[in-house]
């Protein structure tokens, strides 16, 4: 028996997520404590992405960021409080 929800993708989605940070052995933190990030925190750093998306610049510096930065941290995880960490 199957289960009836409105956003049937949004489990896969995260299994995806899931599945994809496991291979990499990468993690997505709360910079000011040590745990995962909330729901909040991810739809920030997805929309601020999104909407870089929109202009090329933006996305271009978005994705560089970490190049120069002392945590390593892209602007998008600046404004949602993450950092990536190797696991």
């Known amino acids: ?13 995260r299994e995806e997520a ?3 940070e496991e291979e990499a052995d990468i993690r997505v933190r709360n910079v000011e404590q040590d745990r995962p990030i909330g729901y909040g925190s991810s739809a920030g ?22 190049l120069w930065d002392k945590q390593h941290q892209a602007f998008h995880d600046k404004v949602a409080s993450s950092i990536v960490v190797r696991v």
């Open 45 to 66: 750093r997805y929309f601020i992405t999104v909407a870089f998306g929109i202009f090329y610049v933006p996305l271009l510096l978005d994705y560089l960021w970490p």
């Open 1 to 13: 028996m199957t289960e009836l929800t409105p956003y049937p993708r949004a489990a896969s989605q």
């Open 18 to 20: 899931a599945g994809a």
